[in-house]
């Protein structure tokens, strides 16, 4: 067990001293993922950055593949919860709207304000729905991010989808305000 997070903490520093080939960094990955000993914490961490990578090259089925065959692998609630917002994010990507809405909200219902996962998948339900073309349960939920979560990149990206709600629903003064609040809080980084 001990010995993973020690390796981790050593490809974190190789990675801050400059980028690792992907295909050394896939490897390690998927030997977090598949060794018997790793703690969920660090499985969940493989996990979401082989996700992370499957989606920055637009790999999205693969992505989706990826995560059903490991995610029954973490055993942690926690874990299980925010295993649930990846796969949501993946229905998302590939096209599942109806199937991310439910597994989005059924996960929701589950977290409070203040929780590591309210604003992410607020944020991502609210996406869903814009996707679906229903801008006002969009505006809704988006409105619920930015009353219920600490300011951050969720709280930030519901901004945006306020504002492009705003704009769908033909409400142009509050959405050029929206936009400008998106600006302010981009500057301030």
């Known amino acids: 067990g001990k010995v993973w997070g020690v390796r981790k903490r050593v490809l974190d520093i190789r ?3 400059g980028p690792l080939p992907a295909q050394e960094l896939i490897a390690e990955w998927e030997a977090f993922v598949s060794a018997p000993d790793v703690s969920d914490a660090l499985r969940y961490w493989a996990i979401e950055s082989r996700i992370e990578r499957f989606a920055a090259e637009d790999e999205h089925e693969a992505a989706d593949r990826f995560l059903r ?3 029954p692998d973490l055993s942690d609630p926690a874990y299980r919860q925010a295993s649930d917002y990846l796969q949501a994010l993946c229905w998302y990507h590939v096209g599942r709207l109806d199937e991310a809405e439910r597994l989005l909200r059924s996960l929701r219902d589950t ?3 203040g ?5 992410r998948t607020g944020w991502l339900l609210g996406q869903v729905l814009a996707r679906q073309e229903s801008p006002e349960p969009a505006l809704a939920m988006f409105d619920d991010v930015i009353a219920g979560s600490v300011p951050g990149p969720y709280r930030t990206a519901a901004w945006l989808g306020r504002a492009e709600s705003l704009a769908l629903l033909e409400r142009f003064d509050e959405s050029a ?10 500057e301030l980084g």
Do not use: F, T
Request: proline share 4%.
């Open 69 to 71: 065959a490991h995610a």
């Open 15 to 17: 990675q801050a001293a």
């Open 111 to 113: 977290l409070s304000p």
């Open 177 to 186: 305000s929206a936009y400008d609040e998106v600006l302010g809080l981009v």
């Open 115 to 119: 929780h590591a996962l309210y604003a």
